[in-house]
């Protein structure tokens, strides 16, 4: 089964509202976890990597106050988009490592539509 | 800086014969880890194997094999008996470090069709 959950796995929103996304890791704690971003037809890019009790790392490039990321507990990492516009249309998915060395395992992702 | 390279962008392979997906690297570290994912139309990311840069064996999980050649940078998916469910995008990744954060960099991908 399942070892690290994302939901909502679809959502349409329009321009200019917020929407939040949750990624849950099941039956582990993840003091870490990374989002990612993937246009159509094109690979994943890491986005932030979201901390348990501090700030989430982000990669260059990607705007901060735009895509907020909150590690509210050890389970749990979400990801806002605010002030949505259709160029963020796009799948969003995330990851958390489980510990061993060898096991990365990824939510079943979320695809966004904004209209 | 890491970089993930994989040079075939479709295959296209018959039913129940075995595939070799290509996947290159590049990094300065000496510690790292290989990963091959498997993503279908749903959009999961479903992890099949894993090759630890100081493994001395191949790893292979099942019908998957990775084909590790260190000194040519390469870490080639190959899938055995090939399945009708074994069509989707193939992406290939690497984790910088063993105990280092668990972030990955991908490669472009290559969508694998099985013919029946």
């Known amino acids: 089964g399942a070892v690290v959950s994302q939901h909502p796995s679809r959502v349409i929103c329009k321009s200019g509202t917020s929407v939040k996304i949750e990624c849950r890791s099941l039956?582990?704690?993840?003091?870490?976890m990374f989002w990612y971003r993937q246009f159509p037809k094109q690979s994943l890019m890491l986005m932030a990597t979201?901390?348990?009790?501090?700030?989430?790392?982000?990669e260059q490039g990607v705007e901060k106050d735009k895509f907020l990321i909150n590690h509210a507990s050890l389970t749990l990492s979400t990801l806002t988009v605010t002030s949505a516009h259709p160029e963020d249309s796009s799948f969003y998915i995330c990851?958390?490592?489980?510990?061993?060395?060898?096991?990365?395992?990824f939510g079943e992702g979320s695809w966004l539509t904004v209209v | 800086a890491q970089k993930i390279t994989q040079t075939q962008p479709g295959m296209f392979v018959q039913e129940k014969e075995a595939v070799t997906l290509d996947c290159t690297y590049d990094?300065?570290?000496?510690?790292?880890?290989l990963f091959w994912y498997k993503q279908p139309s749903s959009g999961e990311m479903i992890f099949l194997i894993y090759q630890g840069s100081y493994d001395e064996q191949n790893a292979t999980e099942g019908r998957y094999s990775l084909n590790f050649q260190k000194a040519r940078k390469s870490a080639n998916l190959v899938i055995s008996a090939s399945q009708l469910g074994d069509s989707a995008m193939y992406f290939c990744a690497m984790r910088e470090g063993i105990q280092g954060a668990q972030k990955l960099v991908f490669g472009q991908g290559t969508r694998l069709t099985i013919n029946p």
């Open positions: 990851s958390a490592p489980t510990g061993g060395r060898n096991t990365i395992y």
């Open positions: 990094t300065s570290d000496q510690s790292y880890g």
């Open positions: 039956d582990f704690q993840a003091t870490t």
């Open positions: 979201s901390n348990e009790g501090s700030k989430a790392t982000y």
